[in-house]
């Protein structure tokens, strides 16, 4: 599929496009918490996939990681421009379960959500890149150990023992087990 999509085929990039564009786009709904912004940079994934695809090199790993690495560098170049904003990320709705929250307390919510998310982010920083990266697939995007097995171009078997090592090495550097 790839090769005819390189030849120009479009109906070959129009079935990568089908078959991986859920797994791009959760990626960045996870990471960006915005549907909208999400939308925006998977078809910004997929133009820039199109027009570098000659540049795609099979090197033992799935389409989708390549899919995905273009997908991490888009997510943090906007994160980078977002920083620069004089924004305060508030929440889109209302939450269903507290109709008469008012927008400042929503607004806190939100805060408190970035706060934990940066936590998280630093706590994650003890990890190794694929440590890192195997747990944002499977804990932060919700992707089974088989979807992540797919993205990472690794068995099902290696997901699984690199997810258990992270989670040993996480909860070890937070005291809770002993060396």
């Known amino acids: 599929m790839i090769t005819r ?3 120009g085929d479009r109906e070959a990039f129009a079935l990568l496009y089908r078959e991986h ?12 918490r915005d549907r909208h912004l999400a939308d925006d940079l998977a078809q910004d994934v997929f133009v820039r996939a199109l027009r570098g695809i000659d540049g795609f090199a ?10 995905l690495t273009i ?20 929440a889109e709705f209302r939450d269903a379960e507290q109709p008469h929250c008012s927008t400042e307390l929503l607004a806190l919510r939100e805060l408190e959500a970035v706060e934990n998310r ?12 694929p440590e890192r990266h ?12 088989e979807e992540t097995a797919h993205a990472m171009g ?10 258990h090592r992270a989670v040993r090495r996480l909860r070890w550097s937070a005291g809770a087990v002993p060396v």
């Open 118 to 129: 940066e936590t998280v982010q630093d706590v994650l920083r003890v990890l190794n890149p």
């Open 154 to 163: 690794r068995s099902v078997g290696a997901v699984r023992a690199l997810t």
């Open 58 to 67: 099979w090197q033992g790993k799935e389409f989708s990681a390549w899919l």
């Open 5 to 7: 999509a390189r030849t």
């Open 21 to 32: 564009h859920r797994v791009v786009h959760r990626y960045l709904a996870v990471r960006t």
């Open 71 to 90: 997908a991490r560098n888009l997510y943090l170049d906007e994160m980078g421009r977002s920083r620069s904003r004089l924004e305060t990320p508030v």
């Open 134 to 145: 195997c747990l944002e697939l499977r804990f932060f995007d919700g992707l089974s150990a």
